[in-house]
C-alpha cells in the first residue's frame, strides 16, 4: 500500500466510525495520532466536524465503580475504551470528592465572573517580593553618607600599575573623583 493510499484509509476511517484519533491509529498501527491528526485538519470534510465530546459522565463513573470492585484501571480503561490517564484522573477525582467531583467542572474563568456578578470578592493575597536589600547605608547605621569614599587602591592594583592614574585614560577617567 502506498503512502496516498494508508493516509486515505485512516483518514476515511476515522470518518466512517465513531472511533477517536487514538483509536484509529491503534487499530491500523500507523501513522502517530499528531499525524493523522494533521492529515484529518488538511482534509476539507474536517471542517464539518465538531470535536468529538468528553467521555459521559456515566462512562466515569463506570469506570470509577470497576475500578472500587477490584479491577484494575488499566483494566477498567480498556473495557470502557477510554485511555488509562482518564481513569487514574477519575479515580483521584473520586478520592478526592465522590461521585460528585466527577460531575462536568467549572472554570476558575466562569466562577470568577460568577463572583463578580453577585459583587463577591475574593481575598488574594499580594505578592511577597524577596529582596536582601535593607535600605540606605546611611539611614541604616545613623552615620552621614561620606561623599568622598572610593574604593582603596590595593598593594597589588599599585605594584602592577593598575591604581587608578596609573596610566592615561584609565581608572581616572572610568571612576571619577
Known amino acids: 500500500m502506498s503512502g ?8 476515511e476511517l476515522y470518518f466512517s466510525t ?23 485538519h488538511a482534509d476539507p470534510r474536517y471542517a ?11 462512562t466515569r463513573r ?10 484494575q484501571q488499566k483494566q477498567a480503561a480498556a473495557e470502557l475504551g477510554a485511555g488509562t490517564g482518564a481513569a ?3 479515580m483521584r ?3 478526592a470528592g465522590g461521585m460528585a467531583a466527577l460531575g462536568t467542572g ?4 466562569v466562577i470568577r465572573r460568577i463572583m463578580r456578578e453577585d459583587g463577591l470578592v475574593t481575598r488574594v493575597p499580594g505578592r511577597r517580593r524577596y529582596s536582601s536589600y535593607e535600605g540606605e547605608a546611611a539611614s541604616r547605621a545613623g552615620q552621614p553618607r561620606r561623599p568622598g569614599f572610593h574604593r582603596r587602591t590595593t598593594q597589588r592594583e599599585v605594584a602592577h600599575g593598575h591604581h587608578a592614574g596609573s596610566r592615561p585614560g584609565t581608572a581616572r577617567s572610568a571612576f571619577p573623583r
Open 4 to 11: 496516498r493510499e494508508e493516509r486515505e484509509r485512516a483518514v
Open 18 to 40: 465513531p472511533m477517536s484519533t487514538k483509536q484509529v491509529v491503534e487499530h491500523l498501527g500507523y501513522p502517530t495520532r499528531q499525524c493523522l491528526e494533521r492529515w484529518l
Open 106 to 109: 467549572t472554570s476558575e474563568k
Open 62 to 71: 463506570r469506570a470509577v465503580e470497576l475500578c472500587l470492585s477490584g479491577m
Open 48 to 58: 464539518d466536524v465538531v470535536a468529538k465530546p468528553p467521555v459521559p459522565l456515566g
Open 88 to 90: 487514574h484522573h477519575w
Open 93 to 95: 477525582l473520586y478520592r
